[in-house]
């Protein structure tokens, strides 16, 4: 993509990354009405990242096609997907926990090592030797380590502007992993899809709530693995209202854009049968 003009490789760049996010919703919602609803609560966060040209998008397809291909029992592109999502940010990684809950957790693990293994062996043979490899990984370390910005929209971030007082990361970090991973204590229910749903979205909203340097554009993530499990698991009151406030919300910021979809009634959001595995 460098090697075209500026307005061809955006187009293609957000090509890429918007069709890996949309069959990646298609895939885990499995019937094209519900992605399409998940789609309209994804959309303003993902437009948001397209015009940053981030590869947030990218991110959370490559997460939900690692999700459905190890549902669907394929662990060997169920890794690759995570391997790919880990190498273009280490927090995308963090879907291979999802493995756990299928007996093909430990091939699929194998499979995690071997691509990552791959991966990390490319930039070696991009350079054609072993000291151009180190000198791209040395220049990698360079870069991240010079990064820094504020805490920005992190639950840190958003608690320091709040009141004022700031939170060490690491422990607040530690504590809201503890609480993400605890659900699979409850291995019993390690089988069930609503189970699987729901630690995979707990996931997506863990890397991006806590990461101390989330801004703006990352929160597709967490949008996206909120987006498959309101559209795909059974309704209660709550939810119900919730939802009907999501989709009124979505559908008012589509009609200022002046891109008002078709109504519809926002109790056709999931619940029942269809769409997603009951």
């Known amino acids: 993509l460098s090697l075209l003009p500026d307005s061809a490789g955006v187009l293609i760049w957000n090509a890429l990354t918007a069709t890996v996010l949309a069959t990646g919703l298609l895939r885990a919602c499995e019937d094209p009405r ?31 096609h690692a999700y459905v291909d190890h549902r669907e029992g394929r662990p060997r592109r169920a890794a690759l997907w995570a391997a790919l999502a880990g190498f273009i940010k280490i927090y995308g990684i963090a879907v291979a926990a999802g493995f756990l809950t299928k007996p093909t957790r430990w091939r699929a693990y194998a499979w995690l090592a071997i691509w990552l ?7 070696f043979v991009a350079s054609g030797s072993w000291s151009g490899g180190l000198v791209l990984y040395q220049a990698w370390l360079t870069t991240v380590g010079a990064y820094t910005t504020a805490v920005q929209l992190s639950a840190m971030g958003l608690w320091q502007a709040w009141t004022g007082l700031a939170l060490p990361f ?26 699987q749903l729901l630690l995979l979205a707990s996931l997506m909203s863990y890397v991006v709530v806590f990461n101390q340097v989330a801004e703006s554009p990352v929160y597709v993530i967490a949008r996206t693995g909120i987006a498959v499990v309101c559209v795909c698991l059974p309704l209660t009151r709550l939810d119900a209202a919730l939802r009907a406030y999501q989709a009124s919300e979505a559908v008012g910021q589509h009609q200022a854009a002046g891109k008002a979809p078709s109504p519809r009634s926002p109790g056709s959001l999931g619940g029942g049968s269809g769409g997603c595995r009951p």
């Open 117 to 123: 293994l791959v991966l990390t062996l490319l930039p």
């Open 170 to 195: 690491r422990p607040v970090q530690l504590a809201a992993l503890l609480l993400t991973v605890a659900p699979l204590l409850r291995w019993r229910r390690w089988p069930e899809h609503a189970f």
């Open 34 to 64: 519900l992605a399409w609803w998940a789609g309209l609560i994804v959309a303003v966060e993902a437009i948001t990242a397209f015009q940053n040209l981030q590869s947030n998008p990218l991110l959370a397809g490559l997460m939900l």
